[in-house]
Structures are given as C-alpha cells and as structure tokens.
C-alpha cells in the first residue's frame, strides 16, 4: 500500500508537548487519584507549561523572526504553527483552572483543607489577616505609582505582580492613576491560619488574598478602584557566545544574572482585570492578545504544590513505597564493607530499576570508593545533582582523602546552572579535577567510573545509567543503572572520560555508543537491519522507549522498517513527532505514553537482530539534540539474565499495561489504551514484584 501522502509526516513538536500535559491533566481529572495527588497533577501542567513558555514558545518566537514563511517537517509555517501552539495552550490552561477551582479545591474545602477566600473571611479571620499583613507582608511592599518619575518597574520572570488602579489626589498633589506592587520571593505564597481562627484543621491564605483585601493601606487617602494580579514569563534561554568565551563558568554566571529579564513571551492576569489594564500590560511588554491568558485563581498557580507536603493527610496522597535494597547489596552494612562490595561487582553484572528499587547500592558503590585505600581515582559526570546532593558530598569526601577525583560538570544543564557551578567550585576547592566537557555539546552521560588497585595492577569498575545522580528523583523517576566490571565497558567508559577532559582524536570504543560519533549511525543501522530481515522473512521486532522521539532520519527508517513489514512499539512519555498507524506508511507501529505516579524516564533500545535479541539502555532520547549535540552513552546490556530483565520490565509490561497507557492515532491525538482481560497498571506491577 502506498503512503498517504496527503498528511505531513511528521507531527508538530510544540503541540506533542501540549498533548503530553493533557495526558497529565487527566490524572488530575480522575476520581482514582487521591485527591491531594490530583492538586500535584495541575501543579505539575502549570511547571511545565512555565517551562514551555520559557523555552519552546521562545524558540517559536525567534522561528517567526527568522523566517516565518518557511514550511517545516509538520506542514506548519511557524506562523501557523505559533497559532495552533497558542490555541491549544489556552484550552488547556483553561480546562486547567475550571478543574482546580470547580473541581479539586472544593473536594478539598470537603475534607478540611482549604484557601479561605476574603469574601467568606469571618470577622475573626479578618481581624487575624489584617495584623498577618501589617505585621508580616506590609513592610516588604515598596508600592510604585507610575508618573514621569517613576517609569514601570523592571520585572522578574515569574513573579508575583499586582497593577492598581487608583483615583484621587496624593501628597504632593499628584493625579493617581496606575500603581504597580510587586511581591518579593521572599515572601511565603501560602501561609497557614490557626485552625481555631480558620474553621477548618487546615486552613490557608494565599499572599495574593492578603495583598488584595488590604492594598488600600499602601496608598491612604486614595481611592482603590481596583486591584487584580498578573505575571510575565520570560525567555529563559541562555546564549553563550561558544567562539568567543574563555572561561565557560564566567560566561555563563554573567549570563545567569540576566535571565530573570529576557524577552516576554506571556502574560498572565486576572480573569477580571479591566480591558483597559489589560491593554496597558500588553504595551508595556510587547506582548498580543493571543499571549494573555487570564486565569481563574492564582497566576503563580504552581505554588499550590506546597499543600501536598505541607498538609499530613496521608489518606489524600498515593500510599507511601520505600524501595528495598535488592539483593546481594542488603546485606553490606552501613557504611559497605569496600572489599564485599566490589567483589559482588567483579562476580557478574547488576541491573537496577529505579524506583521500584532503591538507589542506594549507587551511594554505596560511591561510598566504598571513597573509603577504600585501595581505590586510587574516581571520575563521575554530573548533570543534575540538586543543592544537596550526599553523592557530591562523598565526591568531596574522596578528594579531601588524596584520591585522584575527576568530575565533568555540565554546567548548561537548564534551570541547574547555578546549582552545578556552586558544586564546581567546591570541588576544586578540594583539589578535584573539574571539567566543563565540551564546549557546544552538553555532557548528558550517566557514568561513573572507579579505578582500584588489586593485586598490583588497577581494575575498574563502572555504573552507567538512564538518568541523574539525583537522589529525589531518583524515587520518582523510573530509570535504570548498570553496575559492572565488565573489562570492556569500563575500558570504553575511561575513553570518554579521557575525550572529555582531554584533547585528541576520537577513540574507537569496544561496546558503548556514543554520541556525537556512533550512536544515531548504529540505531539507524540497527533499524535497517530489522528491515532487511523482515524483507528476507525473517522474524524482524523494533521495541524503543525513551521521553521524546523527534530526529526526522530516524523517524524516516522507522518508517520504512515499517513499510518492510517489522513490528515496532514505541512506548514514548512525551514528544512524538512520528505518525503511528497511518495506511501504508506506519501501520507497523505503535505508539504508547504511560502517564502515572512516577516519571517514565528510562531510555531502552531493543532489536531483535535475527535472534541475537540487542538491547541497549542509554542517556538519550532520539532527538537532534542527544545525537549529534550532546555528549551521550547507551550501553549493552549483555548478561542473558538482565536482558531478559529489561525486555520484561521495561517493554513487554509496558505494552500490557491498560491503566496508565495511552495510544498515539493518527491524526497525535491520544485515546486511553484499553485492552480486554485484568486490569494491569505497570507502576503498581512493578512496585509489588520488585519492591518490599
């Protein structure tokens, strides 16, 4: 059959992402989410449409700039492309707010808990919010009336603003029309009222409730005609000129500072503010009606995410799962025994699947290390760690101790930059070895190696994995690590090491793809393989599962594998430009999202490769970005036992789940993944089998 050649074949990348975090609202939608779970939901669609905003709208913008008539892979102009963007966004951040503010937050108020709004405020209440906001929020307020002397205040991304309209003569004399308060971070967003003065065991006031009840006292003798919040979201994109700079972290500290003031991208308000202010903020930051959304509740809406933690109402909350330590790291002890621990490595191969099981043989391999007097080096790439990070601790440990440390840093991992350079130059403080990798491509690899002397002679050993050494996410992001000694991965693991902190030519390596050099050529040939074996009547199966699927020449052979008659289930979290099930040109493959309580963040590659069964986990996607601008590690998985492991976890579990699955139609849109027979949901699976 020949393709429809009707439809473009790619899907647009912006309105994927969009469709990811309509998949994420409608675990908030569902009555089976306990109900503080379904509050983090909208929390997270509001994160991530800041996110969005910040970096893909940006990147749309600067598309529309450049060249607005020219046709992309999806078909769009970016143009038409920014106008669909923009109308799905606002349906979303629509159906967002009606839920939290019709739905949630009155279940909540059911149960006690809730954000007590001004006009249901009892005299006792008022009285309480009235000292709160002289005592506590007043004295931080510096109001601005704009007049030719007081131009409209440079504003931070994100934060929290009010515009006033006012009337009437101040002080000096001087007409009042417009003011401007801006609320400093370093005020509390919710704040807690004692149940006795709230009605309720939990009981909140939103920041923006106090400012608007009492803003009249920042301006006496004046008339407040009205008082509405808003926000502006910024480009927060970094620019670092890679000919010019010398030094990659002064670059980017003196870029940091300016992030907070980029180019508006959005405006959010009031979904009561008067047209005329409306108007007034959109001129003051160039910014058009199809960027303005107004909003039902608070424009800082994220914040909201305070209560999941703040209230204890574990009956609200998924039930809480502490990952147990899986055999033979159980039994080592705290802090390990180094030699038991590295023995256990050197038998065999150990795999790890985060967060069904617990992270912490990873500490302890690091932990031995840095103990062990016959470990002489350690070198590790971080990409994200957070603020506080035991494993940077143990790093620092291990050079204080005269071990021979070296860290690549990637201090361009967005939104962790400071965070990353703060860590840098506290381990060369130490006498670390820190490197930036490569300027131009970020150093995305999860690898840490360990050198140890044994018998006079050194021997590695390696832990490779799908996502960060971040010891949070790592209990909500579903990944997995490798342990080994295996002789040949750790080998090609010191060449990466040496490529990235060195100079020289590109070393052939034994097992690992990497990316700039091997890995988007292997997965390409890896996939046409699977097309000749199908040609030839072979058994031909393709399974992938990554978080976003959009390089067009992968795309373009998982096609034509298709076409040749190869199965291919793809089981991708978020953006999917690929057309699945289209006559002729994909109706071989399948696409699934799994939307749940964790994060899908693994990366696993599968072929089945004439019987030999290939499979591969890494630190890429199968983006532009991971394959040819990235430094990034996939890795085989070569004892039969974990293969085995991962081919069942990570795929075949995947493709039987009917609770968490979506199916991608043709057309992007995603319809639940419904199949006959016991209900089977892949988190809950896998927590009962690898878990306590």
Not at 14 to 28: C, I, T
Not at 324 to 337: N, W
Request: glycine letters at 6%; aromatic letters at 8%; charged letters at 25%.
């Amino acid at each position: 059959m020949s393709p429809d050649v009707s439809e473009p074949s790619l899907l647009n990348r912006e309105l994927s992402l969009l469709k990811f975090n309509d998949r994420v609202l409608a675990q908030a939608e569902s009555d089976g989410t306990p109900l503080l779970e379904r509050l983090r939901y909208v929390c997270i669609v509001s994160s991530n449409l800041d996110e969005f905003f910040e970096i893909r709208i940006s990147s749309l913008k600067e598309q529309q700039r450049q060249n607005s008539t020219l046709v992309g892979g999806d078909g769009h102009t970016p143009n038409e492309a920014f106008d669909l963007v923009q109308r799905a966004a606002h349906q979303l951040v629509e159906r967002q707010n009606l839920l939290l503010m019709g739905e949630i937050l009155p279940c909540l108020l059911a149960e006690g808990i809730g954000l007590l709004e001004p006009a249901g405020w009892t005299d006792a209440l008022r009285a309480w919010a009235h000292q709160t906001f002289e005592q506590d929020v007043m004295p931080m307020l510096t109001p601005i009336g704009l007049d030719p002397a007081h131009p409209f205040p440079r504003v931070y991304n994100k934060s929290l603003n009010f515009i006033v309209s006012l009337s009437g003569q101040d002080a000096f004399g001087r007409r009042a029309s417009i003011a401007v308060v801006q609320a400093p971070r370093a005020l509390p967003r919710l704040i807690r009222v004692p149940p006795d003065i709230a009605g309720i065991p939990d009981g909140y006031v939103l920041l923006t409730a106090l400012i608007g009840a009492f803003v009249g006292e920042l301006f006496p003798g004046l008339e407040i005609r009205g008082c509405h919040q808003w926000r502006v979201t910024r480009n927060s994109d970094l620019f670092v000129d890679e000919e010019e700079i010398t030094n990659l972290r002064q670059a980017l500290q003196g870029e940091l500072s300016q992030r907070n003031f980029g180019a508006a991208v959005r405006l959010e308000i009031d979904h009561l503010m008067p047209e005329d202010l409306e108007s007034f903020l959109q001129r003051e930051f160039s910014l058009e009606a199809r960027d303005t959304y107004r909003v039902i509740g608070p424009v800082n809406l994220s914040r909201l995410v305070q209560l999941c933690s703040a209230v204890r109402r574990p009956d609200l909350l998924f039930p809480e799962y502490r990952p147990k330590v899986p055999a033979p790291f159980d039994g080592l002890g705290e802090p390990p025994d180094p030699k038991a621990l590295f023995g256990i490595i050197a038998q065999r191969d150990h795999l790890l699947h985060h967060p069904y099981q617990s992270f912490q043989p990873v500490i302890s391999f690091l932990t031995a290390a840095a103990r062990d007097p016959d470990v002489v080096a350690i070198k590790q790439t971080i990409y994200r760690t957070g603020e506080d990070s035991e494993l940077m601790l143990l790093l620092l440990n291990a050079a204080k101790a005269g071990k021979e440390v070296t860290v690549v840093v990637e201090l361009m991992a967005r939104f962790d930059e400071q965070t990353n350079i703060n860590w840098a130059a506290k381990l060369e403080a130490v006498g670390a070895h820190v490197s930036y990798g490569v300027v131009a491509h970020k150093t995305h690899a999860k690898m840490a190696l360990v050198l140890r002397r044994e018998q006079g002679r050194i021997r590695r050993y390696g832990h490779l994995g799908t996502g960060n050494y971040h010891l949070r996410t790592s209990t909500l992001y579903t990944d997995f690590g490798l342990l080994t000694a295996n002789p040949k991965i750790c080998e090609d693991m010191d060449k990466v090491f040496s490529l990235l902190t060195g100079l020289g030519a590109r070393r052939p390596l034994k097992t690992l793809l990497q990316s700039p050099f091997t890995l988007h050529e292997t997965i390409v040939a890896l996939i046409r393989a699977e097309a000749i074996n199908a040609r030839a009547g072979k058994k031909a199966r393709i399974m992938a599962k990554m978080n976003s699927l959009l390089e067009p020449v992968v795309i373009d052979e998982l096609y034509k594998a298709s076409q040749a008659g190869v199965g291919i289930d793809l089981i991708v979290r978020g953006a999917c430009a690929l057309r699945a099930g289209v006559p002729g040109l994909s109706e071989n493959i399948q696409v699934r999202s799994i939307i749940g309580r964790f994060l899908e963040h693994s990366r696993a590659f599968y072929f089945h490769a004439d019987g030999a069964e290939q499979v591969y986990l890494a630190s890429a996607d199968w983006m532009d970005r991971n394959f040819f601008r990235r430094v990034e590690v996939a890795f085989p998985v070569l004892d039969a036992q974990l293969k085995k492991r991962v081919i069942t976890e990570a795929f075949r579990y995947s493709l039987r789940d009917n609770q968490l699955a979506w199916r991608e139609e043709p057309d992007g849109n995603y319809v639940r993944a419904r199949s006959r027979g016991a209900a089977f949901n892949l988190h809950q699976y896998l927590m009962k089998t690898l878990g306590p």
